[in-house]
Structures are given as structure tokens and as C-alpha cells.
């Protein structure tokens, strides 16, 4: 009797000081909740930490002295184009600036104040607007152009000069619904590293009459004077 006397005596305070422990942790501590690992002395779980977002959403950081964009081309006739500069929207169907044919913002290449965006319809609009707008570009500009449905069918030579004069490779070949991104500068000695172009050709498009989504990203060098 005195043996289970004592083995009730025992339970009735491990269940009591079961409950205390269950009210200091859960009502005491203001709702906190105390992991397993923290009541057997493995330290507090620490916060998972996140990884820092590069600007405009890109893969790599870009270096100091350089600026981060992105560039996506048009979806067939669909969805229009999109321009990020360190990490501002600067053209896009939201902004409700962009549209068919060949769509260019103007970014000051030594400080990266967006100086002007317009859009140049190459189907059935005016190709003048288009040559005195690349005629009034200054030295030191950089330039971002993103196609949207078709991008060419009202280009003619001047423009394709003007154009490769920025430095493009493959704005003598732009053709009907091809897809076009590219990333140049007025003054620019060599050939710029950001272009790219795909071709409408019905065997390998991925839409119904046009080629798929091109999408472009990098850091562009601060013009330093």
C-alpha cells in the first residue's frame, strides 16, 4: 500500500508539473511556441534566411559602376514587350507605353536617368518618325529595343544603318514578325554583346504565326567621363 501510495503521489506531481510547464510556455510567453529542439537545449531555431532579389529580378548582381536591365520581346500580337533598368519598369502593358512594331527607351549611359521612350509602328506607320528619332540620339545614350509583332516590314536601309550604327549585328536581317531585343549606345566602337534575334520561320515558331518570347539581361558599364 505505502508502494502505491507513493507511485500516485509521484504522478499527481509529474502531472502538475506537466501543466505548469504548459502554461508558462503557451500562455505566459504571450502564445509562443518552444520547439522540441529548444526544450532539450539545442538553442533556438534560428529564421531561414532569404537570398537578396538582384535588381530587376536577375540571376547575378550586377558590379559596381554598371547598371542591371532586362529586356523581353513581345508575345506574338498578344502581350506587349517589357524594359527593366536597375530595377525600375521603364516600358510595359502595364505602363500602358508599349505597342506594335519597335519599342526604345533612352537612357542617359553616365547616371541612368531614363531620358525618353517611344514606339515606332514598322506595319503600317510613318518611317520618318522612326529616322529623326535615331537621328537625335546624343553620344553617350544607351538605347534598349524590344519588338512586338512585327518589327520591320517598314524598315529600309537608313533606318537599318542607323540602327546598326548603335551597334547591332542583326538589324540588317530584321524581318516580318521576327523577334528582336538588343542593347546598344550611341558611340559605341565595337559591336554591343546584347542582341539577340530570332527569325519567324513557320516550321520552328512557337506561335501561330510568330516566334517565341525572347528575354535578355545583363549590366551595362557607367559611361564615366
Known amino acids: 500500500m505505502r508502494l502505491t501510495g507513493l507511485i500516485r503521489i509521484a504522478t499527481?506531481?509529474?502531472?502538475?508539473?506537466?501543466?505548469w510547464l504548459f502554461v508558462q510556455t503557451y500562455f505566459n510567453t504571450g502564445w509562443k511556441v518552444v520547439s522540441l529542439?529548444?526544450?532539450?537545449g539545442a538553442g533556438p531555431d534560428l529564421p531561414k534566411t532569404q537570398p537578396p532579389r538582384n535588381k530587376c529580378?536577375?540571376?547575378?548582381?550586377?558590379?559596381e559602376?554598371?547598371?542591371?536591365?532586362?529586356?523581353?520581346?513581345?508575345?506574338?500580337?498578344v502581350v506587349g514587350p517589357s524594359m527593366c533598368f536597375e530595377n525600375t519598369i521603364?516600358?510595359?502593358?502595364?505602363?500602358?507605353?508599349?505597342?506594335?512594331?519597335?519599342?526604345?527607351?533612352?537612357?542617359?549611359?553616365?547616371?541612368?536617368?531614363?531620358?525618353?521612350?517611344?514606339?515606332?509602328?514598322?506595319?503600317?506607320?510613318?518611317?520618318?518618325?522612326l529616322l529623326d528619332f535615331l537621328k537625335a540620339i546624343q553620344s553617350g545614350t544607351i538605347v534598349i529595343v524590344a519588338s512586338y509583332d512585327d518589327p520591320a516590314t517598314k524598315l529600309n536601309d537608313e533606318a537599318r544603318?542607323?540602327?546598326?550604327?548603335?551597334?547591332?549585328?542583326?538589324?540588317?536581317?530584321l524581318a516580318f514578325r521576327d523577334n528582336w531585343t538588343f542593347v546598344g549606345a550611341k558611340g559605341l566602337k565595337d559591336k554591343s554583346p546584347y542582341e539577340q534575334?530570332?527569325?519567324?520561320?513557320?516550321?520552328?515558331?512557337?506561335?501561330?504565326?510568330?516566334?517565341?518570347?525572347?528575354e535578355m539581361e545583363g549590366c551595362l558599364p557607367k559611361k564615366m567621363d
Open 12 to 19: 499527481v506531481m509529474f502531472s502538475l508539473g506537466t501543466t
Open 37 to 40: 529542439r529548444s526544450w532539450l
Open 57 to 63: 529580378g536577375n540571376q547575378k548582381s550586377c558590379p
Open 65 to 77: 559602376n554598371s547598371f542591371a536591365f532586362k529586356v523581353m520581346s513581345g508575345a506574338a500580337n
Open 90 to 129: 521603364i516600358m510595359s502593358g502595364v505602363k500602358s507605353n508599349v505597342g506594335r512594331g519597335l519599342n526604345i527607351a533612352l537612357v542617359n549611359g553616365t547616371n541612368g536617368q531614363l531620358m525618353k521612350t517611344d514606339v515606332f509602328d514598322m506595319y503600317s506607320g510613318d518611317i520618318n518618325l
Open 161 to 173: 544603318t542607323l540602327l546598326t550604327n548603335l551597334g547591332s549585328s542583326h538589324a540588317s536581317k
Open 197 to 214: 534575334h530570332l527569325k519567324n520561320e513557320a516550321a520552328k515558331n512557337k506561335y501561330d504565326g510568330w516566334p517565341e518570347v525572347l
